[in-house]
């Protein structure tokens, strides 16, 4: 009888034994099947979210207007904006049209393929194929650094200034956008601004 019960103990303990073992290797192969799903699962979301985050970054027609204290505007549009992913503040634009609306002075309107506005301060930098025009007079360069602020604008490479009088060539204008009033420079004291007549 002792026998019997001794035995009937030992496989009990064996058969729980066996059972325990079965039970957590089944255990940590769901638990690491399941991790393996949910970091799959999370990279996923992590993916969507970020193309997501990026297409909401990208959008069309776009047009952001400011005045400063005196009642000057600035009004710029674009086909195409996109913010920067490090600077939230800052907008990447493509094919631009601005306009600086002056209370005591003309308007200036100004052209060109890309911009970068930040939204904070109204800094705008024109680049590639930039044109700016303000009653005759036409000005042409690869980059124009405008400041609604200081209401100063910054123009460089391969500048043009034009009117119906003279075709001058240089390679940096700076305007003061309410008097007109421009300074003009090369980045080579040798070289001289190149002037001609239209007459």
Excluded at 5 to 28: A, D, G, M, N, P
Excluded at 66 to 78: C, M, P, T, W
Excluded at 136 to 160: G, L, P, R
Excluded at 172 to 195: A, G, P, Q, S, W
Aim: aromatic share 10%; glycine share 2%.
């Amino acid at each position: 009888m002792k026998k019997k019960t001794f035995k009937k103990i030992i496989l009990i303990f064996l058969l729980i034994l066996i059972v325990s073992i079965y039970l957590k290797k089944f255990i940590e192969k769901e638990s690491t099947t399941s991790n393996k799903n949910s970091r799959e699962i999370l990279q996923i979301e992590k993916e969507n979210s970020s193309f997501n985050l990026n297409n909401s970054n990208i959008f069309s027609d776009v047009e952001y207007f400011s005045q400063d204290l005196k009642g000057n505007k600035f009004i710029i549009r674009a086909k195409k904006g996109e913010i920067d992913n490090e600077e939230t503040n800052v907008i990447f634009l493509t094919n631009v049209n601005a306009r600086i609306e002056l209370i005591n002075s003309n308007n200036i309107h100004i052209k060109s393929d890309y911009a970068k506005y930040n939204i904070d301060n109204f800094d705008t930098i024109f680049s590639k194929n930039v044109t700016a025009n303000y009653l005759d007079n036409m000005i042409t360069s690869e980059y124009i650094d405008f400041s609604i602020v200081k209401n100063i604008m910054n123009i460089n490479d391969n500048v043009i200034y034009s009117n119906n009088d003279i075709k001058m060539y240089a390679d940096t204008i700076k305007m003061n956008v309410l008097t007109k009033d421009i300074n003009i420079f090369m980045y080579e004291k040798n070289n001289k601004v190149k002037i001609k007549s239209n007459n």
